[in-house]
């Protein structure tokens, strides 16, 4: 069964460096997602793209962050400038199609530290 | 603004017992709710989902009940076994939107 894959599974990284985290979303799905997990809380949305382009962000997704598919088949979040809150798991989903019914396929995660 | 709550936060049960998760979201426009079950250190796994059009869903084991006019809706595990246990998250999507939502989870675990 096709599955979400990320790299890397780990990421350490010191306060203020950038960071660029992969992912590969399912080969026909088109519309693709990142949410984050601070240790112990729940889930949360960041962004959606479509099409080459953002279709709906969060508050937290501000000007530090940016997404990116530079090419078919990777989906890259970009961190700017991290901060120690940053720290969290950085999960990478992806839908066939949208609205009520595109179930979210999730990949591994990125468990980002910032030191 | 869109919120979703989850009880409870944790559960314990023996094994063979039925456990219950409740959410209520806040969103009246929400029409689509999936149930994620997270396993320690792994991604979120969808393991079962309702749309705003069906009041219960079933498979195998697990169901889905949505309670559209109270905005609730409560998954059921019946006969749990050990490797039930995990954390379990339900989420909202709200109508012409991607953004899932999720509840705060819950911690299940079945005691042999």
């Known amino acids: 069964e096709p599955e979400v894959t990320q790299t890397p599974s780990h990421q350490v990284t010191q306060m203020g460096q950038e960071v660029i985290l992969r992912c590969v979303p399912i080969?026909?799905?088109?519309?693709f997602y990142w949410y984050r997990q601070i240790l112990g809380q729940k889930v949360e949305f960041l962004v959606s793209?479509?099409?080459?382009?953002?279709?709906?962000k969060s508050e937290i997704f501000d000007d530090q962050f940016s997404v990116e598919r530079p090419d078919g088949s990777n989906f890259t979040l970009k961190i700017r400038s991290t901060k120690l809150e940053d720290s969290a798991m950085y999960f990478c989903?992806?839908?066939?199609?949208?609205?009520?019914?595109?179930?979210?396929?999730f990949g591994p995660g990125t468990r980002l530290t910032v030191l | 603004g869109e919120n979703v709550e989850q009880h409870p936060s944790t559960l314990s049960v023996q094994e063979g017992d039925s456990a219950v998760i409740k959410c209520t979201y806040s969103?009246?426009?929400?029409?689509?709710f999936p149930w994620y079950k997270q396993e320690l250190g792994k991604r979120p796994q969808l393991i079962i989902d309702?749309?705003?059009?069906?009041g219960e869903k079933k498979d195998q084991r697990i169901a889905v009940t949505l309670n559209k006019t109270a905005k609730h809706f409560s998954l059921h595990i019946t006969e749990t076994q050990p490797e039930d246990s995990a954390v379990y998250f339900c989420?909202?999507?709200?109508?012409?939107?991607?953004?899932?939502?999720f509840g705060t989870g819950t911690l299940l675990a079945v005691q042999p």
């Open positions: 969103d009246s426009a929400s029409n689509y």
């Open positions: 793209f479509y099409n080459n382009e953002i279709s709906e």
């Open positions: 080969s026909n799905h088109l519309y």
């Open positions: 989903a992806s839908s066939e199609i949208s609205g009520a019914k595109n179930e979210q396929f």
């Open positions: 989420a909202a999507l709200k109508w012409a939107t991607n953004k899932l939502i």
């Open positions: 309702i749309r705003s059009n069906v």
